[in-house]
Nanobody
Framework: VQLQASGGGLVQAGGSLRLACAAS????????MGWFRQAPGKERELVAA????????YYADSVKGRFTMSRDNANNIVFLQMNTLKPEDTAVYYC?????????????????WGQGTQVTVSS
């Protein structure tokens, strides 16, 4: 399984970024997906997760109302639209595949990880 994340960059507070994660080598459309982030000195945390259909989505409280996760099963891609970015959103963002088809909110349920893409929000 290969996951390729892209779309990170440097943006001012209040700005937007759209992350994408392209998957290959697995039946992408049958598994749940997640976006995680890890800031320096902090543990990796789940930001958003989506079930295999794309119809059920979970958001961490810290991003609810600002981030939107979606998936395109025809093209094996998941997205994370990030709006109204804050300096505290600065982190390396990772996409990951879950072992389940249903939405997964526990890190231990994820098995394959992308390489990460840096998001930096300046104040």
């Amino acid at each position: 399984v290969q996951l390729q994340a892209s779309g990170g960059g440097l943006v001012q507070a209040g700005g937007s970024l759209r992350l994408a994660c392209a998957a290959s080598g697995r039946t992408f459309r049958s598994v749940a997906m997640g976006w995680f982030r890890q800031a320096p000195g902090k543990e990796r945390e789940l930001v958003a997760a989506i079930d295999w259909t794309g119809g059920v989505v979970y958001y961490a409280d810290s991003v609810k109302g600002r981030f939107t996760m979606s998936r395109d099963n025809a093209n094996n891609i998941v997205f994370l639209q990030m709006n109204t970015l804050k300096p505290e959103d600065t982190a390396v963002y990772y996409c990951a595949t879950a072992r389940t088809a249903d939405i997964a909110t526990r890190t231990r349920l994820y098995d394959y990880w992308g390489q990460g893409t840096q998001v930096t929000v300046s104040s």
